[in-house]
């Protein structure tokens, strides 16, 4: 079975602009959660969707937000990209009713 | 001060050793994760404890609840060994949302 999948890997991105990063779950598991983590530093929680419903929200700014689709993938969008939010994206999923979280490759994004 | 602290931030061991790595946290819990990440920034799941020890290979993992304290352990380490090992924690009532701490950076030198 195919694990976790993220998409773009890579992505460079001016300040101001938006950006779609893009996760595929394991199939079967129907709960995504997205995390960014800055260079150096632990991740920190920014969503969980859970059967196309967000169950929790990180302390994030309203540019981030972020959708569960009919098929489990998921979609993470921030609007007007600061440099601060260069970072690693990572998502992660986990089947229904257990909390052991599989981990994506993640998206590298640069805001320059 | 941070929900997770872990020590250290940064370990040097030639292979063979013995290493442990600490995690500490100051709420209630439903579990805690041992992560795993290589450079490049994958990230795999090592062990998820609520109580007790598990053993994976060289890698075991305990978990005092009462001192809210885990530790990490990789016997006989290898240069392999060497990632940013990450302790996570499952907050009580806080679904599937995990609070990670700062990250152990592991070189094992051959």
């Known amino acids: 079975d195919a694990g976790v999948t993220q998409s773009p890997t890579h992505l460079i991105k001016t300040r101001g602009q938006h950006v779609t990063l893009r996760c595929s779950p394991i199939?079967?598991?129907?709960?995504v959660s997205w995390y960014q983590q800055v260079l150096g530093q632990g991740p920190q929680f920014i969503f969980q969707?859970?059967?196309?419903?967000?169950?929790g929200r990180g302390n994030f700014p309203d540019r981030f937000s972020a959708r569960q689709f009919p098929n489990y993938s998921s979609e993470l969008n921030v609007n007007a990209l600061l440099l601060g939010d260069s970072a690693l994206y990572l998502c992660?999923?986990?089947?229904?009713?257990?909390?052991?979280?599989?981990f994506g490759p993640g998206t590298r994004l640069t805001v320059t | 001060k941070n929900e997770v602290e872990q020590s250290p931030q940064n370990l040097t061991a030639q292979e063979g050793e013995f290493i442990t790595i600490n995690c500490s946290y100051s709420?209630?819990?439903?579990?805690l994760h041992w992560l795993q990440q290589h450079p490049g920034g994958g990230i795999v799941s090592l062990f998820m404890?609520?109580?007790g020890k598990k053993k994976h290979g060289r890698l075991i993992a305990t978990i005092n609840i009462q001192e809210k304290h885990s530790s990490l352990h990789i016997t006989a380490s290898h240069p392999r060994d060497s990632a940013v090992y990450i302790c996570?924690?499952?907050?009580?009532?806080?679904?599937?949302?995990?609070?990670f701490g700062g990250g152990t950076r592991l070189m094992v030198k051959p």
């Open positions: 992660a999923s986990s089947p229904q009713g257990a909390y052991e979280q599989y």
């Open positions: 199939s079967g598991h129907k709960s």
């Open positions: 969707y859970y059967e196309k419903e967000e169950r």
């Open positions: 709420v209630g819990i439903s579990a």
């Open positions: 404890l609520s109580s």
């Open positions: 996570a924690v499952r907050l009580n009532n806080a679904g599937n949302m995990l609070t």
